[in-house]
Structure formats: structure tokens, C-alpha cells
């Protein structure tokens, strides 16, 4: 699949690669091997819409997560389109699957913000944020490491966020299911959920 067309006309990542923050993200592509032990798949965000959203909303469907946010140069905007191609992939079956962003970039990443940019790849992929500790206490439960990282010399509101990539599916029960690495093919990622979702 040519990406490169899909990711230049995001509004937003256009914005921020014609700006001095551009290349200056540093995310770590690591899947963290090893800490999906531990792992408490619990989160308290909000919708684009502000309504309250909890792991529990989605109990009887396997909800697919990631972490990002959407001034993102590079993992994200890919991260998205490989989760719309494992919707595409699964068909029908998708039904079954809950596609989730997000955002460890509350301060910029607005409920609007979130929507138009999640429904740029997928409506199906909902956008989820909230206050600073929220995000935080999210994270934490899934093992998730961001930081922002601001050049010198730069405004406030012009930074990056390392921050762990990949992708996390949780079960109809809620619980932790697997991780899936950034570097996996988006082909193996939809038939192992593919046959997760056959056993339903």
C-alpha cells in the first residue's frame, strides 16, 4: 500500500511537517516485551462528543487500541492506516472489533480534533482523550511511556510526545488479550484477529 499519499493530506500532520518541529518526533517503536505482564486494560476518557467513556462500554466486542496523538509525523498517521486496512481486511467480521486512538496529547488533541482526524482514515476508529491525569492513569494501566520533547528556542504549543507504539487488542471480557508490534504485517495482525473473532 502507497501511504505516502494518505498521510500528506492530513490536515493537521501537514501543518506540523512545515513547521521547525518537523523530524523531531522520537518515538520508541519497541513493543515493551516483556511488560505485557501487568498490564490493567482500564481507562476513564471521553468521547469527541465529551461523554464519559470506560473498557466496559464495548463488553462483548475485542477492542483494538493504540496510543498517539494527531500532530504526530510518522507512527501514528501509519499506526491508522493499518488499522483501517485491518478493518477493511476482516470484512464483515469487523463488526466485532472496537478500533480505538488515544490521544496522550490532550493539551492540542481537542475532542474535534480527534474526530476529524480519526474519521480521515476510518469512521469506525474513535477518538478517546481527557484531562492530563486521565490520559496519564490510562497509560499507566497499559504499560504505555510518553513524554513531550520540545526544542529549544521553540513555542509552548510546538512539540513532539515519545511514545510507545504499537498495537493493543483487548477481548469481549475486556481483558488483555495481546500486543501487536509496530513492525508486524498489517496481513498477520488481521488474521490472527480474524481467527479470534471466528471463535465468537
Excluded at 117 to 135: C, K, N, Q, W
Excluded at 145 to 162: G, Q, S
Aim: glycine fraction near 8%.
Amino acid at each position: 500500500m502507497n501511504r505516502l499519499p494518505a498521510l500528506l493530506a492530513v490536515p493537521c500532520l501537514a501543518l506540523l511537517l512545515a513547521g521547525p518541529a518537523a523530524g523531531q518526533s522520537m518515538h520508541s517503536l519497541e513493543l515493551l516485551r516483556g511488560e505485557e505482564v501487568g498490564i490493567n486494560p482500564r481507562y476513564l476518557l471521553q468521547d469527541p462528543n465529551g461523554r464519559a467513556v470506560t473498557q466496559e462500554e464495548f463488553r462483548g466486542r475485542f477492542q483494538l487500541i493504540a496510543f498517539g496523538y494527531t500532530y504526530c509525523p510518522d507512527i501514528c498517521p501509519t499506526t491508522l492506516v493499518e488499522m483501517a486496512e485491518i478493518l477493511k481486511l476482516l470484512g464483515d467480521k469487523a463488526a466485532k472489533l472496537q478500533p480505538i486512538f488515544i490521544s496522550v496529547d490532550p493539551e492540542r488533541d481537542t475532542g474535534k480534533v480527534l474526530k476529524t482526524y480519526t474519521e480521515f482514515f476510518d469512521p469506525r476508529i474513535l477518538g478517546l482523550t481527557g484531562s492530563p491525569a486521565l490520559v496519564r492513569r490510562a497509560a499507566d494501566n497499559f504499560k504505555i511511556r510518553y513524554a513531550k520533547v520540545r526544542e529549544p528556542d521553540t513555542p509552548p504549543d510546538r512539540y513532539a510526545v515519545d511514545h510507545s507504539a504499537g498495537m493493543i487488542l483487548l477481548g469481549p471480557d475486556g481483558n488483555f488479550v495481546k500486543k501487536f508490534a509496530f513492525s508486524m504485517p498489517v496481513t498477520e495482525i488481521s488474521a490472527q484477529i480474524g481467527d479470534l473473532l471466528n471463535q465468537r
